[in-house]
């Protein structure tokens, strides 16, 4: 009988939501989950497409995905975090969700017009132009179907989500994997993208009808233009932020360096592939609960955002730490002996890794106070940062001068943010000295830099920043405890 009543209260833990505390929890366990699962698979998929088409013909494929992902900003746009925010705010907000499809079928549209023809200035090769055609098919269908993300979101259930998100990489894996087994090319690797995205629209379907939701209200002008007014900031943050993503791969392109492509994409891979997992996480779930307590709950808000961000701070130290240290067998080990070229370059985005952990809550408490125009004025600033110093870098220094160029902007993006925050959004961060949790985490990644650069064992390297991060967590937890103990 106990076991029975603690199974069903372990269920209604994880499948409803009961308290502020105890939703976010669960559904940061579902996104970890979910996205977790999510990254392993993606990761399979990239280790699979890397070994298999080795730098040259992966150098194609990466030129493709990266000049499709420059438009990112038209295809999502932040339209799902303004969306998820409104309807979480205001449950009957979820009636202007045909709108929000509205949107993305128009940004949607410009950015196809936008690549189409921008695709034959960046590369003569058409291999890479035929790739670039079936991953414009693939994003278009993939970010309209996410639509229903934004109420999912918003009614906390991100199971949802992170089932579906699953599945469709799932899926995306087992076309893959065929597809390198009879063509090892990358326009074969890019249709199998595609027809992952088509088999996803059923399982989406099924979704939709799961959740209870219902296509009413119909789209109107005034609301698409409500939307659009809310969204247009972060657009244009995305499309900043895109540009300064994705430009030193299309260059490095650009310039006819396919091979470096590969390499230098494979590099940044290793990064993204799971180190950023617990910035998604912040942004899909973090954003929407802590704007539910503006205005009410002010005192929680600070005192929970707190704890939020001293667990960035320090998780952004450890990762970046750890990824310095096994950079060289990690690189051995996931794709082999030709693509060791890239261990420099993985040590050199540790560093960006570290610095967008410390701002990533500068940028989500600017969203959460609707300070959306603030944020695109330091994205847009970053993005000619990084643009300007690709044109310099890249054609003297190759894929290393994009490496650097890639940390010196994240490096300006934090400036601009830590400055401009505090007066758009004051309320998080009076009263908060992270002095102590910085320099802590400073000190303990320069002993393992030394260590590693010194020649030490790659596995010694990792169980000293993990002892000595774990020191910098236990002193910092008294006034800065995780966003799990707001739920007890």
């Given at each position: 009988m106990k076991l029975r009543l603690s199974l069903s209260r372990f269920r209604n833990f994880l499948l409803k939501n009961e308290r502020w505390g105890q939703a976010l929890v669960k559904n940061l366990i579902w996104l970890a989950l979910g996205q977790g699962m999510v990254r392993l698979v993606r990761m399979a998929v990239i280790l699979s497409v890397v070994r298999v088409l080795g730098p040259m013909e992966y150098g194609r494929f990466a030129l493709a995905y990266s000049f499709v992902t420059l438009f990112t900003g038209l295809l999502e746009g932040g339209v799902l975090i303004v969306a998820s925010r409104e309807f979480a705010a205001d449950p009957s907000n979820e009636k202007l969700l045909p709108n929000v499809v509205a949107i993305k079928v128009i940004t949607n549209s410009i950015a196809a017009?936008?690549?189409l023809p921008g695709m034959f200035w960046v590369t003569t090769d058409p291999i890479v132009r035929k790739c670039t055609v079936a991953l414009l098919a693939q994003q278009f269908i993939f970010e309209l179907g996410s639509s229903i993300?934004?109420?999912t979101r918003a009614r906390g259930k991100m199971e949802y989500e992170s089932t579906l998100s699953f599945l469709q990489n799932a899926i995306l894996l087992v076309l893959t994997v065929a597809a390198l087994h009879f063509s090892s090319s990358a326009f074969t690797v890019s249709l199998a993208q595609l027809a992952a995205a088509v088999l996803w629209l059923p399982l989406l379907s099924f979704v939709v009808?799961?959740?209870?939701?219902?296509?009413e209200g119909g789209v109107h002008w005034?609301?698409?233009?409500?939307?659009?007014?809310?969204?247009?900031?972060?657009?244009?943050g995305s499309i900043a932020t895109a540009v300064y993503v994705n430009v030193d791969s299309i260059l490095l392109g650009k310039f006819g360096n396919l091979i470096e492509v590969g390499w230098y994409n494979a590099a940044v891979k290793v990064v993204q592939g799971i180190l950023l997992i617990p910035i998604s996480l912040a942004t899909i779930a973090v954003v929407p609960a802590f704007a539910s307590l503006l205005g009410s709950q002010e005192n929680n808000l600070v005192q929970r955002w707190n704890k939020w961000r001293a667990f960035l701070i320090v998780t952004g130290g450890y990762v970046a730490a750890l990824l310095f240290a096994s950079a060289r067998p990690l690189v051995l080990s996931t794709f082999g002996a030709h693509f060791l070229p890239i261990v420099p370059i993985v040590r050199v985005m540790s560093v960006s890794i570290a610095l967008m952990y410390v701002y990533t809550p500068y940028s989500q408490a600017l969203i959460i106070y609707r300070k959306q125009t603030v944020l695109f004025a330091c994205q847009a600033v970053a993005a000619v940062v990084s643009v300007t110093s690709n044109l310099i870098t890249i054609p003297r220094y190759g894929m290393y001068g994009a490496a650097w160029t890639t940390v010196a902007t994240q490096g300006v993006l934090l400036?601009?943010?830590a400055s401009v925050a505090p007066r758009h959004a004051p309320n998080p961060f009076m009263g908060s000295r992270f002095g102590k949790v910085l320099l802590g985490c400073g000190v303990s990644a320069v002993i393992v830099i030394a260590c590693a650069l010194w020649g030490a064992n790659p596995w010694f390297d990792c169980a000293l920043a993990t002892g000595l991060f774990g020191i910098v967590w236990i002193s910092v937890s008294k006034r800065f405890t995780l966003v799990l103990s707001a739920a007890k």
């Open positions: 017009a936008l690549v993300y934004a109420a009808w799961k959740s209870g939701y219902r296509f005034s609301a698409i233009v409500h939307i659009g007014t809310l969204t247009a900031p972060l657009l244009l400036l601009l943010l």
